[in-house]
């Protein structure tokens, strides 16, 4: 058996989904035999995971499973092993290191 760290998508409609288009992207650790069937497991637990409910302003939330989209084969897991990476281009370095500076932030804030 090998570990995978797999990417659901999933699509936000809250009420009539007049509102921009909302995506949770979630990181999910699957063990599996293969690559195939680390991305089935992934396809089920998204197909589990949608669901309908209406919040407290009575305003109905869909949340509805769109795909799989990476199965990525972890070499070991150990200290510090890479789980996921992306490729970040930004018009201005120094506006983009400030928020990366202020989301640590408020991480320590929290503890």
């Keep these: 058996m090998n570990w995978y760290v797999t990417k659901l998508i999933f ?9 921009p288009a ?5 990181l999910r650790l699957i ?10 497991k992934a396809n089920k637990i998204g197909a589990e995971l949608q669901d309908s409910f209406t919040q407290a302003q009575k305003q109905a939330v869909q949340w509805q ?3 799989v989209t990476e199965v990525n084969q972890l070499n070991g ?6 789980l996921h990476y992306q490729i ?3 018009k201005d370095a120094d506006l ?3 928020w990366a500076h202020h989301k640590a932030a408020l991480l320590t804030v929290k503890n």
């Design 88 to 90: 970040h281009e930004a």
């Design 11 to 19: 699509r936000i409609i809250s009420g009539d989904g007049n509102h």
């Design 22 to 26: 909302q995506f949770d992207e979630q």
């Design 31 to 40: 063990n599996a035999e293969n690559d195939l069937k680390a991305f089935e």
């Design 96 to 98: 983009y290191i400030a």
């Design 65 to 67: 499973f769109v795909d």
């Design 77 to 82: 897991l150990t200290d510090g092993t890479e």
